[in-house]
């Protein structure tokens, strides 16, 4: 079992930068891959960045690419989304997600995802 808890989220003016962190516990096998996700009412959950946790390939939303970056730090157990730039449209839950296996998933759809975390509010307001 793999438990998820992310922190950082908040209320912001456009145009600031926010850091979101999940820290992540279980075995580690059950994390191969991680991701942010970022849903808001009435819509489905959207990816919006992922990694390897082996390599650290990612991969990102256009709509972010440029503004966000996700990273980790295995040793702390920790998945991060540095998000700059911020936003109205950026406003949502967003997500902490771990797959067991990265193979046959494209990793900004939440098909497949085998662990969420209870995700941490973004507010953007101008």
């Known amino acids: 079992q793999v438990q998820l808890v992310e922190s950082g989220g908040g209320s912001v003016q456009t145009g600031v930068s926010l850091r979101l962190s999940c820290v992540a516990s279980g075995y580690t096998s059950g994390r191969t891959c991680m991701a942010w996700f970022r849903q808001t009412p009435g819509k489905e959950r959207e990816g919006i960045a992922a990694?390897?946790?082996?390599?650290?390939?990612?991969d990102y939303a256009d709509s972010v690419k440029g503004r966000f970056t996700i990273s980790q730090d295995n040793a702390k157990n920790t998945l991060y989304l540095q998000m700059h730039s911020l936003k109205s449209e950026d406003a949502g839950m967003y997500y902490c997600?771990?797959?067991?296996?990265?193979?046959?998933?494209?990793?900004?759809?939440?098909?497949?995802?085998?662990?969420w975390g209870q995700g941490t509010p973004v507010t953007v307001s101008s």
């Open positions: 990694i390897y946790r082996y390599g650290g390939g990612s």
């Open positions: 997600a771990a797959r067991k296996s990265c193979m046959g998933w494209y990793l900004l759809s939440p098909e497949g995802v085998d662990y």
